[in-house]
């Protein structure tokens, strides 16, 4: 099922499940982590809301456009 899937993919996944258990993990062991307050808000507000929501998806799927790119225009080029 994943045979051929692109290098890409595997490493946007990394950062995407990385993220999650990282902070799961976190918050397992840290007593009251997503409570404590930070910027004025509960932490967990931050680095759900803002990472794991807006930038690590943003970020990924823009190395996913960018690098099936490079490849289809590599790809391209070793055709002509």
């Known amino acids: 099922m994943f ?3 692109p290098k890409i993919f595997w490493i ?3 950062l995407i499940y990385g993220w999650c ?3 799961m993990f976190l918050e397992m062991t840290i007593p009251g982590l997503p409570l404590k307050i930070f910027l004025g808000v509960p932490a967990a507000f931050i680095y759900n809301w803002m ?5 690590i ?3 990924v799927s823009y190395l ?3 690098f ?3 490849r289809e225009a590599q790809k391209e080029k070793e055709v002509k």
């Open 3 to 5: 045979k051929g899937m």
């Open 21 to 23: 258990f990282l902070f």
């Open 68 to 70: 099936e790119e490079r």
């Open 57 to 59: 998806p943003i970020l």
């Open 12 to 14: 946007g996944m990394g």
């Open 51 to 55: 990472f794991a929501l807006w930038f």
């Open 64 to 66: 996913f456009f960018s």
